[in-house]
């Protein structure tokens, strides 16, 4: 409605102008504070299009537009010249070209041309072909090719391996086949078998080993008799406990070395009926050891006993398991 009533404002004021006798000059009022003058050549509800004095055209929405408004334009006085008095100009009188008087020549003799003098100085001289010398110091030589030397002192070496000290503990148990040679019983059997178990606490140094530890040993030799036509078993027992020194080294080899003292009984079986008898002293051993483990051990050793129990000699082969 509110365009409406513009618009029917706007036909009435262009109506206006078409009857006013000056002339006038349409002015928009844009909402944003811009005033456009100028002469709207197309009007609707919806946009007003207007034209200014430079040939600039505007559009503009309705809804954009505050008032319209019609003024006069301002009408130029025409400039009057200023009175004055023109004063006459001077008139311009051609300037008489100059008299040339020629004088009789009383006897009219040629005019010797005259002589050209060049002085030696002034003379232009091309100038001599510029020789460009280039210093052997400034001539640009490719550069050798380096030698690049290592000095043996810098050279890098593989770092060895560092030795490693470290606690280790070791041991095993094991089964062994004997052999009694020094039984004074010649015809009496010499083969008999054995337990132990060794243990021993020691430092590790990358490939080597060395500890020392207890030993425990049980070694039994069964042997047969007849007595007044009947058979009989005695067996020999004998325990051994003592101390160990261990040395292991490259490929899990090893090297014992042991001694302590050994309690000997013998057992008597006839008919049935068994008797132990203890032997009264105990006797001092001595153990060498050699194998190779890892894991599992094999080995061998011999066994040697002093003073009374000097038969108990014996020569071991070993198995088990060891760590």
Not at 77 to 91: S, W
Not at 163 to 173: D, K, M
Not at 270 to 295: H, L
């Amino acid at each position: 409605m509110q365009k409406l009533f513009m618009l029917v404002a706007v036909v009435i004021l262009f109506a206006a102008t078409l009857f006013a006798q000056s002339p006038t000059v349409d002015v928009l009022y844009v909402k944003n504070g811009s005033i456009i003058r100028g002469q709207i050549i197309e009007l609707s509800l919806e946009t007003v299009r207007i034209e200014t004095a430079d040939g600039s055209l505007f559009v503009y929405s309705m809804t954009e537009i505050e008032k319209i408004e019609i003024e006069p334009v301002a009408e130029e006085a025409p400039i009057t010249a200023p009175v004055g008095v023109v004063e006459p100009v001077a008139e311009e009188k051609p300037i008489p070209e100059p008299a040339v008087v020629v004088e009789p020549v009383t006897d009219a003799k040629p005019v010797p041309a005259p002589v050209v003098v060049v002085e030696p100085t002034t003379e232009e001289k091309p100038l001599p072909e510029q020789i460009i010398v280039v210093e052997p110091t400034t001539e640009e030589k490719p550069l050798p090719e380096q030698i690049i030397v290592v000095e043996p002192t810098t050279e890098e070496k593989p770092v060895a391996e560092q030795e490693f000290v470290s606690f280790a503990l070791g041991g095993g148990l094991f089964g062994s086949l004997q052999i009694w040679d020094q039984l004074a019983d010649k015809s009496a059997s010499k083969t008999g078998f054995g337990l132990m178990s060794t243990l021993a606490a020691g430092i590790r140094m990358d490939d080597m080993y060395l500890g020392i530890g207890p030993h425990f040993g049980a070694s039994f030799l069964p042997q047969s008799y007849v007595v007044g036509g009947t058979t009989g078993r005695a067996t020999t027992n004998v325990y051994d406990i003592g101390g160990n020194l261990v040395f292991g080294f490259v490929d899990d080899m090893y090297f014992i070395v042991g001694l302590g003292s050994a309690e000997v009984s013998i057992t008597a079986t006839v008919g049935g009926q068994s008797e132990t008898e203890e032997m009264p002293e105990s006797a001092s051993y001595k153990r060498i050891s050699c194998g190779w483990e890892n894991g599992y051990s094999v080995g061998i050793s011999y066994v040697s006993y002093s003073d009374w129990a000097k038969n108990l000699n014996r020569f071991e082969i070993n198995f088990g398991y060891a760590f």
